[in-house]
């Protein structure tokens, strides 16, 4: 007899979602809703172990994460207008 292997879907299964191609950007109050581009860039390991870390501490998605940072120092002044 031949075995057929089992699918078992996970939640880190990666999974085909149209919707998740639209992001929140809630971090400025506004419900505007904006189609997500890819950004690259590297960073150190050590860099990339802390900001990983640092979104799984605080429950959020590395682009939310990235987000609410940047919309942190643009608010304390730091960003040259």
Request: glycine share 4%; hydrophobic share 40%.
């Amino acid at each position: 007899m031949s075995r057929k292997a089992a699918t078992v879907m996970t939640l880190d299964a990666p999974v085909s979602n149209p919707a998740r191609s639209i992001a929140d950007t809630g971090s400025t109050g506004m419900e505007t809703r904006q189609a997500l581009v890819p950004l690259s860039f590297k960073v150190t390991k050590s860099f990339k172990k802390r900001y990983q870390q640092a979104a799984l501490n605080a429950d959020m998605k590395l682009n939310e994460l990235l987000s609410a940072m940047l919309d942190h120092w643009e608010s304390t002044g730091q960003a040259k207008q």
